[in-house]
């Protein structure tokens, strides 16, 4: 069964609460018990219909290591 349809207002609303939250979109979704992928489509099609003035995303909820290490690796048969 297919949840009730929200209206764009609202969608706009969610959006603009989770980007002011200070969590990823992953986190805010998760703990208002909203699937990512539906977030996104409505950042997505609320953007296609002229809205700009949605915040960017906070970004990930991870960092990627500042530095790597390159070692060689030798095979032997």
């Not at 989770?18 to 609320?46: A, M």
């Not at 953007?47 to 032997?76: I, M, W």
Request: aromatic share 10%; proline share 5%.
């Amino acid at each position: 069964m297919r949840s009730k349809r929200i209206p764009a207002e609202e969608q706009y609303r969610l959006i603009m609460e989770c980007r002011q939250s200070g969590l990823t979109d992953h986190q805010w979704c998760v703990e208002h018990d909203i699937k990512p992928g539906t977030f996104y489509n409505w950042v997505k099609r609320l953007r296609q219909k002229g809205c700009v003035d949605l915040p960017a995303s906070t970004g990930r909820s991870y960092r990627a290591p500042e530095n790597q290490e390159v070692v060689r690796v030798d095979f032997h048969d």
